[in-house]
């Protein structure tokens, strides 16, 4: 994901924070202190024109929501490397720590690749595929009394699969990290078709996905990257929420 910022979208190197298990540096091992901590620097300044982006690939659970904002009746959590002795974090403290604070002419997209991860930012419109086979919205603030959206800006998440699904993973790189399926047909569907819309995006990711990964054909030096045995092959549908609803058969994906 790293190099895809940089290479594909430009992102210079020094404004990128990346968080691994295997780090030295206790400041850049993704327990819950220091995932909020970088939460917090990704949107702290942050103005009009500039485009945020955060990535989580790791252990996602749900727990018993207990404020009536979920639908379902629980909230989605991302579990650090800590999360038995200092917790999860909780959609609604992402939510209030990345999303409102977002001003006019901020774009946030997160994309986590998590079980359970389907609405993982709280925001309030779900986009989901039809019976007729189209992504509609759905609004899905249960408590409009409570404050889910940003201050001006747009909030974009994409996720590996709904609130109720698994997601799957592979050994893809070499040390041992662990690639997600959604990463993966992230990737590929961005490398494959540079320019394509939110629509077109959410389609190829989810042909990728039930196809058990396809080919391993991501162009040009990404590629490399995936070249080795990938395999998975699961029921969990990629999921796309929003602050607010747009057209995402029109609206180019850019991050």
Same mark, same amino acid.
């Given at each position: 994901?790293?190099?895809?910022?940089?290479?594909?979208?430009?992102f210079?190197?020094?404004?990128?924070?990346?968080?691994?298990?295997?780090?030295?540096?206790?400041y850049?091992?993704?327990?819950?202190?220091?995932l909020?901590?970088a939460?917090r620097?990704l949107v702290?300044?942050?103005?009009?024109?500039?485009?945020?982006?955060?990535?989580?690939s790791?252990?996602g659970?749900?727990?018993?929501?207990?404020?009536?904002?979920?639908?379902?009746?629980?909230?989605?959590?991302?579990?650090p490397?800590?999360?038995?002795?200092?917790?999860?974090? @909780?959609?609604?403290d992402i939510?209030?720590?990345?999303?409102?604070?977002?001003?006019?002419g901020?774009? @946030?997209?997160?994309?986590?690749?998590t079980?359970?991860?389907?609405?993982?930012?709280d925001?309030?419109?779900?986009?989901?595929l039809?019976?007729?086979?189209?992504w509609?919205?759905?609004?899905?603030?249960?408590?409009?009394?409570l404050?889910?959206?940003?201050?001006?800006?747009?909030?974009?998440?994409?996720?590996?699969? +709904?609130?109720?699904q698994?997601?799957?993973?592979?050994?893809?790189?070499?040390?041992?990290?662990?690639? +997600?399926?959604?990463?993966?047909?992230?990737?590929k569907?961005?490398?494959?078709?540079?320019?394509?819309?939110?629509?077109?995006?959410?389609?190829?990711?989810r042909?990728?996905?039930?196809g +058990?990964?396809?080919?391993v054909?991501?162009?040009?030096?990404?590629?490399?990257?995936?070249?080795r045995?990938?395999t998975?092959?699961?029921?969990?549908?990629?999921?796309?929420?929003?602050?607010?609803?747009?057209?995402?058969y029109?609206?180019?994906?850019?991050?």
């Amino acid at each position: 994901m790293s190099f895809l910022l940089r290479e594909r979208f430009a992102f210079p190197a020094d404004c990128i924070l990346v968080l691994t298990q295997e780090d030295g540096d206790p400041y850049r091992v993704p327990t819950r202190a220091n995932l909020l901590a970088a939460m917090r620097w990704l949107v702290e300044g942050c103005s009009a024109g500039d485009s945020l982006v955060l990535h989580f690939s790791g252990h996602g659970v749900q727990k018993l929501d207990v404020d009536g904002d979920e639908a379902d009746g629980y909230d989605e959590a991302l579990c650090p490397v800590d999360f038995e002795r200092a917790g999860v974090i @909780l959609d609604d403290d992402i939510n209030e720590t990345i999303v409102r604070p977002l001003v006019a002419g901020v774009k @946030l997209h997160a994309i986590v690749d998590t079980c359970h991860s389907g609405t993982i930012l709280d925001l309030p419109f779900l986009c989901r595929l039809s019976r007729t086979g189209y992504w509609q919205w759905e609004n899905h603030c249960r408590r409009p009394e409570l404050a889910k959206g940003t201050s001006g800006g747009l909030a974009i998440s994409i996720s590996g699969c +709904g609130d109720s699904q698994t997601s799957s993973d592979t050994t893809a790189f070499s040390g041992g990290a662990a690639t +997600g399926a959604m990463t993966y047909s992230f990737i590929k569907a961005v490398e494959t078709e540079p320019g394509t819309t939110y629509g077109r995006l959410l389609s190829a990711m989810r042909s990728t996905i039930r196809g +058990g990964g396809g080919e391993v054909g991501i162009p040009g030096p990404l590629g490399a990257f995936f070249r080795r045995v990938i395999t998975f092959s699961c029921a969990q549908e990629p999921q796309l929420c929003a602050s607010e609803p747009f057209d995402i058969y029109r609206k180019p994906f850019l991050l």
